[in-house]
């Protein structure tokens, strides 16, 4: 079984900054993207950002030019520096990683964090 678990949201107003972790934990034998979605009250999940291993970037068009994405590839770490933060960024923020396991070594599967809340308000 695969772990994710992410820190660092919280209450922040207008204008400010966060930065958000994500370590992976259990048996992995790989991870291949890891990345950030997100979902607000009365909002689908969507992506906000993610990396691949070997280090392309995607991101969500919304944060494009105020969030970044980066990974510590030994640690089985993403994190996500949030900046230029605005009201609509207010949702729950989930980590996800698509690993290979002893349980599933032939195929990338899905793994998804519990989530934190990052709450954007003045």
């Known amino acids: 079984q695969v772990h994710l678990v992410e820190s660092g949201g919280g209450l922040v107003q207008p204008g400010g900054s966060l930065r958000l972790s994500c370590t992976a934990s259990?048996?992995?034998?790989?991870?291949?993207?890891m990345g950030w979605y997100r979902q607000g009250p009365g909002n689908r999940r969507e992506l906000v950002a993610q990396e691949t291993s070997g280090g392309t970037t995607n991101y969500g068009d919304s944060v494009k030019g105020r969030f970044t994405v980066s990974r510590d590839i030994a640690k089985n770490t993403v994190y996500l520096q949030m900046g230029s933060l605005k009201p609509e960024d207010t949702a729950v923020y989930y980590c996800?990683?698509?690993?290979?396991?002893?349980?599933?070594?032939?195929?990338?599967?899905?793994?998804w964090g519990q989530g934190t809340q990052v709450t954007v308000s003045s």
């Open positions: 996800n990683a698509a690993c290979r396991t002893p349980l599933n070594p032939y195929y990338d599967r899905n793994y």
């Open positions: 259990g048996t992995i034998f790989s991870i291949n993207t």
